[in-house]
T-cell receptor, first 111, second 111 residues
Framework: DTAVSQTPKYLVTQMGNDKSIKCEQNLGHDTMYWYKQDSKKFLKIMFSYNNKELIINETVPNRFSPKSPDKAHLNLHINSLELGDSAVYFC??????????FGPGTRLTVL | SQQGEEDPQALSIQEGENATMNCSYKTSINNLQWYRQNSGRGLVHLILIRSNEREKHSGRLRVTLDTSKKSSSLLITASRAADTASYFCATDRNRDDKIIFGKGTRLHILP
């Protein structure tokens, strides 16, 4: 009965590959987010979806494409992975403007 | 650009002492939230304080908000070893509902 879950927990891949990270929330929230936390622990928002619609799209490369098939899911697809994409990616959900609940994170390592 | 800035970046105190962390931000907000992140884990929500509130308590946590100074503080009283973690403030900007995290304060409780 995990509130916000992400898969996979760890992802190790070669440069140039395409990969996806999945996120699901069972809290009934209408807003979901993707964050990137770099090696210096700086947490930066990448995308935010509200009721399957994109509402925040920070300056991230076009290689990153979020997809929200329904309110409870927000997946992140990354094309042509680069070394600089190595980070921990967190999914979160909330009722808009309220407390965010975070997933456990996906540690992506690009070799 | 960075919205929240925590101060200090790192803090080491003896177990039992009180720990105070500060957060400053730049633009007007709807609310401010404090989160804790244990090493290698996701973020856990601690307290949300709305822009019309000045102080909030939760157990050993006390949060203040001064909108005139655009600053907040998190006080942890009677610290314990389990409080060792990074603490982040996050502001919900009222012009676009964007949640922006600071860089965090790394708190280390010494036995």
């Amino acid at each position: 009965d995990t509130a916000v879950s992400q898969t996979p927990k760890y992802l190790v891949t070669q440069m140039g590959n395409d990969k996806s990270i999945k996120c699901e929330q069972n809290l009934g929230h209408d807003t979901m987010y993707w964050y990137k936390q770099d090696s210096k622990k700086f947490l930066k928002i990448m995308f935010s979806y509200n009721n399957k619609e994109l509402i925040i799209n920070e300056t991230v490369p076009n290689r990153f494409s979020p997809k929200s098939p329904d309110k409870a899911h927000l997946n992140l697809h990354i094309n042509s992975l680069e070394l600089g994409d190595s980070a921990v990616y967190f999914c979160a959900s909330s009722q808009r403007g309220d407390t965010q609940y975070f997933g456990p994170g996906t540690r992506l390592t690009v070799l | 650009s960075q919205q929240g800035e925590e101060d200090p970046q790192a803090l080491s105190i003896q177990e039992g002492e009180n720990a105070t962390m500060n957060c400053s931000y730049k633009t007007s907000i709807n609310n401010l939230q404090w989160y804790r992140q244990n090493s290698g884990r996701g973020l856990v929500h601690l307290i949300l304080i709305r822009s019309n509130e000045r102080e909030k308590h939760s157990g050993r946590l006390r949060v203040t908000l001064d909108t005139s100074k655009k600053s907040s503080s998190l006080l942890i009283t009677a610290s314990r070893a389990a409080d060792t973690a990074s603490y982040f403030c996050a502001t919900d900007r009222n012009r676009d509902d964007k949640i922006i995290f600071g860089k965090g304060t790394r708190l280390h409780i010494l036995p």
